[in-house]
Structures are given as C-alpha cells and as structure tokens.
C-alpha cells in the first residue's frame, strides 16, 4: 500500500536505501534459442520490492512478422496480423530498429487528470465595463462593483492584489470532498471533462500507430532513416497489378493520384499503360461472351489550389486530359480536379466513387510518392462524415508501406484501399535530403518570376536546373520560372555559367546544400530542344523538370535552347500549363533570397577573416625586418 501512494521518485529513494542488490533490466524476447539482451546496458535498476507494483504496464511483446507490403487487403489474415492503421505495415513490438515497431500504451487510472472548471465567478451583468477594456483594481477596497474607485479603475495593473500588496487566495471548493475521486485527491489529473465522464473517450478514438507513423504525424520527420532501408521493394505488378488484372471478381475502380504542380513527374504512366492494356484484354473477351473486368479509371488531380487563380478550371481540363492521353491514359473515365486542402471538389469525387464502386466495388487510390494520396482518402472521411481511421500523412516522400483498407468512406460492402506511393527513379526529389526537399516543396500559390532576355544568356534554378539561350530568329524572349519561392535564380552570360558549378553551387544556389552534395547529386548533362511561338504576350511552351518546376517560354519565331539538370532526372516539352507570366522582370544576377543573404554573409566574413591574416602576416614581415 506504501508504494501505491508514493511517487516513482519518491519510490526510487526509498528503494535506492534498500540493502538488496541490483540487477540488469531485460526485455522480453520471444524466442527462447536468443541470449537476452539488456534494453539499456548502461543503466541498472534498483530490486524493487515483492509488495510493489510497476507504474506502466508492460509492453506486449509481438514476435517478429515477415516484412510484406499487402497491409490488410485479407480481411483473414489481417485478423491474425496486427496492421498499423497509418501506414499499413505489419506491427510488432520486439526489435525497436525493425518496421512496424510499436509500443503498448500504459493503463492509467480512469480519473486519473481533474476536470476544468469553466463555470463563471461573476456574471457578465456584475462586472464593469471598465474591467472589461482591462483596466483592474488594486485592492479589496477599489474591488466594489457597486461603487467603484474611479482613480483606480483608470490605472491599469495586472493583478488584483489585497491591501498587503499579495494575490487573493481563493479557498472555496469547488467540489465537495465526496466529489472528488480518490485518485485526484492523490494528485492525478484528467485532460478534460470528456475523461472525467468517460476515461476511455479519447483511448477508443485514437488508434495504435507504429513509432514511424507517430513521428512523421507529431514531428513530420522519420524517426530512424536507417529503418528505411530494410523495407522491401513496393513491387506493384505482384501486389496491386495482378489484381486489377483479374478478368473476374469485384468491380474494380482505379483513382490515379496526379500532382498539380508536377503532373509530369508524378502522372504513374506504368499504371496507366498497364489499365489500358486490361481494359482492352478484357472488352475483348466480354464481347466474346467471356468474363470481363473492365476497370474504370478516375483520374484526381489533387493541390489545385497552388495553381494561380487566373488558370481556367475549363482549359486546365482540357490540357489534362491530353497530357493524360499522351501519358498512356486513353480509357479515362472522370476526371476530377480537387485541394484536400480547401476541400474543392472532393463530394464530387466521393459521390462519383460511390457510383462507379457499386454495392460491392474495390477503389484503388494509386499514385506516386507524396503525391497526397493518403491526404486526399482523410479529406473525403471528413467530407462525408465517416468514421474512419486517419491515414498518416506527412511531406515526406513515401509514407504509405503498405495497402490500408479505409473503412467509413464508401458504404455497403463496397472497400476503398490506400497503396503506397509508387517510386518515379526521374524525380529529382527522390535524390534530396529531407532539407533540400523542404526548399524545392511547393507549399503556396505559386507566383511568376520572368526575365526578358537575349541569345548567349542562361538561367539557373537554384543548383538543379539552367536553361540557356542558344539560337533565336528574334531579337529577345520571355522566360518565366515556375518554382517553389524558396529555390533562388540566377541569370547572367552562358560563357560565365560553367564557373558557377565551382563558385556558387551549394552557396547561394542551394539545393545542393554544400560543395559535398554537388558530386553526390551525379552528372550534368545537356538536353537540347527548339521551340516555336506565334506571340509574346503569353507562354507558348514548357520545359519542365520532374519534381521540380519548369521554364514557361514565350515567343514570335524560333529559339535553340539547351537545358542542363542531373543525370536520370526526366526533361518534358509540353504546351504551356500557365500562359500568363509576370508584369514586372527580374534583373540580371541573383534574385533576392535568404539562401542567398546568408551565403554573402558567410562569404564575406571569409574574405575579411583572409584579409586580416594577410594583414597581420604584412605587419609582422615588417616588424621583423625592422629589428634585424
């Protein structure tokens, strides 16, 4: 009973004076045939007594499940694997460096936190006005609503204070003693009067998540990257595509995933092609009399709202569906424009899904990496009002492991499956760091920056991207940077661009962050295109780097242009996504930025610090020759 009323602190004194001896903590590890090892080898418990009981109770100890990126697709299996409901990987709880890793949350007392007390001291009628503009008293005898100090009240001080210049200690209760349970009595507190009523209110809400997932929900960051890399390849042919393939079962419905501001580099042409290809076996074969699945395809476009607000939803349409088409997507059957963000768009889609799904459908939400696939199935859960578990969702590239199946989207037996983000090799995000990728992140309306400049002049994208002027038939062209607004640009003569590799790259042109990252990155390599416009007052062509932005070219003639970016990063010439550019032209060298402020700083402070010590290395020369 004596170690049930004292604190773990208060506890760990008392046992600390005890004369038994000390022992090494291990965990718990499900196979007999492996040594034991400490779960922190450097720190020793004291023996606690037999009377005590522990504070937390004791992790559940899952043994270790075989890595598989098939989530809860069975509905049999997932019953005897535990699947963490944020990113679909199998759970277990004895290798903290392993994935799906989780602990068991430790049973509190129900009352275990006090409820606050919201219930008014005074009502609105008996406080002044002038206390409510926040002037207060000073004393018991100024605090009299009924006749107020009028001196006092135009004084404004912080506190209401007694006459011996100390705060008022207010001894009501605000419970009676039979009200208040034993443990708050003990000094445990409850959240909120939720708890109070009903301690198990938030723990019947808030699923188990796996340790990744709590951290990339809390602290939008990886806990340990080196878990990573023992996750098996997302192989989508063997796990997704073989059954999309199947000419019989449930209707199928495929919602590709397409990113605003890089369609390109995130538009799953593998899975297009492969749709394609089995909407044509299997029509084939149902007009043979065979069975035929034929999979109906919705195309979302999602993060619509960090396109400017001038692009025409009508025109924006029309230019995706044909960049869909030439990326192998010929058998559309919606397509939906929609922000998670601002929930534009997203009851069109639910009510469209439902239809398209049937009593019975499986909907598949496929896409690339971060591409906002599992952001877009939590905005349609709250747009329809299921009650769903909350996908993990996070800027990190991907974040889905495995297949989840979301319950409380679609009604009857019909099954909306989240899958993990399929990885596009030709991103350049997919070769950043976690704070390069911050910088090249669109995360605002993007906004135009556009040079009007001539033949033998070049243009750089922070250190990713430079496009250079080579050949024109006019006199000067409009370029128009299409970019997240942390990327700094340069533009200067074509002849000085190959100095600024060695003097600027991963200094004022980041990313790459540092002179190490400019090797690491790999090689770079030239692209040649020639374009052609009929005006200058708007955009005729893109020139887009997948995961990047793009160079938006307006002209009246023919230009030979040269683009240079790292080896492996895919280069698309398309029509002109934004056709307007800006009003007001950037100027010749770097544009302002803080990436670039800083680098100037630093670099100043070193050619100061070089200075000095030529300075102080003159003077005593000097001083030396002055003495012999």
């Known amino acids: 009973m004596i170690s049930r009323k004292l604190t773990p602190s208060k506890l760990k004194t008392i046992l600390t004076l005890s004369p038994f001896t000390t022992y090494t903590y291990t965990k718990p590890v499900s196979n007999p045939l492996k040594p034991p090892t400490p779960l922190n080898p450097t720190k020793t418990l004291p023996t606690q007594f037999p009377i005590s009981r522990p504070f937390s109770s004791n992790p559940t100890t899952i043994p270790i499940l075989p890595l598989t990126r098939d989530g809860n697709f069975d509905e049999t299996l997932s019953k005897t694997l535990q699947i963490c409901p944020g990113c679909g990987i199998p759970m277990q709880g004895s290798d903290p460096k392993k994935p799906g890793f989780f602990i068991t949350p430790s049973i509190k007392d129900p009352n275990y936190k006090l409820p606050i007390n919201k219930n008014p001291i005074l009502e609105e009628t008996q406080i002044p006005d002038s206390i409510k503009k926040g002037f207060l008293v000073e004393s018991d005898q100024d605090f009299n609503f009924i006749n107020p100090n009028p001196k006092s009240l135009k004084r404004p001080v912080f506190c209401v204070k007694d006459s011996n210049n100390k705060l008022p200690i207010n001894r009501n209760s605000v419970l009676d003693n039979t009200q ?36 990339l929900r809390n602290y939008g960051r990886v806990k340990d990257q ?18 999309l393939n199947s000419a019989s079962g449930n209707r199928t419905v495929v919602v590709m995933v397409v990113d605003a501001v890089d369609f390109d580099g995130s538009f799953p042409r593998k899975v297009a092609e492969l749709v394609s290809n089995t ?17 109906r395809v919705v195309l979302v476009v999602t993060k619509i709202d960090l ?49 398209l799904a049937g009593p019975r459908g499986h909907v598949w939400v496929i896409g690339a990496q971060n591409a906002g696939k599992s952001t877009l199935i939590n905005a349609m859960g709250k747009c329809v009002g299921g009650q769903m578990s909350v996908l993990t969702e996070a800027p990190v590239p991907g974040t889905t492991l495995g297949i989840v199946r979301v319950e409380g989207v679609l009604p009857g037996q019909a099954k909306l499956f989240d899958t993990p983000g399929l990885l596009h090799p030709h991103q350049i995000t997919t070769r950043l760091t976690r704070e390069e990728q911050k910088l090249v992140h669109i995360t605002k309306e993007l906004k135009p920056r556009t040079y009007r400049i001539k033949a033998g002049h070049s243009v750089h994208i922070a250190g990713l991207m430079r496009l250079d002027i080579e050949e024109t038939s006019v006199d000067s062209i409009y370029v128009t940077v299409w970019a997240s607004p ?38 770079w390599v030239r692209k040649e295109f020639r374009v052609s416009g009929n005006w200058w007052d708007s955009s005729c062509v893109d020139i887009a780097a997948a995961g990047l932005g793009w160079f938006a070219i307006g002209l009246k003639g023919e230009a030979l242009l040269g683009v240079w970016t790292y080896e492996g990063v895919d280069v698309t010439l398309r029509n002109a996504l934004i056709p307007h550019r800006s009003h007001n032209f950037e100027v010749t060298g770097f544009t302002v930025s803080k990436i670039v402020s ?31």
């Open 486 to 523: 942390n990327l700094p640009l340069h533009m200067g003569k074509t002849e000085k661009a190959s100095t600024m590799v060695e003097d600027h790259f991963g200094l004022q042109l980041q990313p790459p962050i540092g002179k190490h990252r400019v090797e690491e990155l790999g090689r």
């Open 226 to 243: 080196s878990v990573e890399n023992l996750l098996p390849d997302f192989d989508f042919d063997y796990t997704v595509g073989r059954r």
């Open 279 to 295: 909407i044509d076996v299997n029509s084939r074969a149902w007009k043979e009399g065979k069975s035929g699945n034929l999979p």
């Open 598 to 628: 800083k680098a100037d700083k630093s670099l100043n402070k070193q050619r100061h610090n070089e200075k000095k010590r030529k300075v102080a290395g003159s003077e005593m020369e000097s001083t030396t020759t002055d003495a012999l």
């Open 307 to 355: 396109l400017p607000t001038s692009v025409s939803p009508t025109g924006f349409e029309y230019w995706v569906r044909t960049r869909a088409r030439e990326g192998g997507a010929n058998k559309l059957t919606k397509v939906h424009l929609v922000s998670a963000v601002r929930n534009w768009g997203l009851k069109d889609l639910a009510d469209d899904m439902v239809s």
């Open 180 to 215: 208040i349970p034993d443990s708050v009595k003990n000094g445990f507190l409850v959240e909120s009067d939720q708890d109070f009523i009903n301690p198990n209110y938030k723990s019947l809400n808030r699923p188990l998540v796996c340790v990744r997932c709590h951290s």
